[in-house]
């Protein structure tokens, strides 16, 4: 679980789940337990939108520039052309949306302490975030999440498409 805990003197090495939920309701309450939903909230929404818009966009796109003469027009895309849209749906997704989740994770995960004296809001973290690294901040490891939806959204939206095809 990532989640802040508030130590004292004494260290506690493992905190069992009971222990992090009353720190968490100690230090912020019910509300803690909902801390960074909008960032979830921006990334799943608007993920989903760049992730099944890119999709259908490259997809169109792919069909537009195609051979009239070679394809009936209700015929599917070819399997690479199929994988190459759901790489960029991806890529997207990841790409466009990854501040949100940086800002995110580290309002779940930042310590306690700094955010005792007051709730702690995405907006509050984002700019707090942004005036310490900049861009970089927002973006760092967002390479190696692009990197790996490219594949693994390719593979699901060709499955999807193929199931999909043979079952209508």
């Not at 999709?55 to 070679?70: A, Q």
């Not at 501040?99 to 005792?116: C, L, V």
Request: with cysteine; charged share 20%; proline share 5%.
């Amino acid at each position: 679980m990532q989640v802040p805990l508030q130590t004292s003197t004494t260290s506690i090495s493992n905190p069992g789940p009971l222990a992090l939920i009353g720190s968490i309701y100690r230090h912020q309450g019910l509300l803690g337990f909902w801390h960074g939903q909008l960032g979830t909230l921006i990334r799943e929404a608007g993920g989903s939108a760049a992730w099944f818009g890119g999709y259908e966009g490259m997809s169109l796109l792919f069909r537009k520039i195609r051979d009239p003469s070679k394809f009936s027009a209700d015929e599917p895309l070819p399997i690479y052309q199929r994988m190459t849209a759901g790489a960029v749906a991806g890529m997207l997704y990841n790409f466009i949306f990854y501040p949100a989740d940086t800002i995110k994770s580290r309002m779940q995960t930042e310590d306690i302490s700094q955010i005792i004296g007051g709730r702690r809001t995405f907006g509050a973290a984002g700019k707090t975030l942004w005036k310490q690294h900049g861009i970089k901040g927002l973006y760092r490891g967002c390479g190696i999440t692009v990197g790996r939806a490219a594949p693994s959204s390719a593979f699901i939206f060709t499955i999807y498409e193929e199931l999909r095809r043979r079952f209508e």
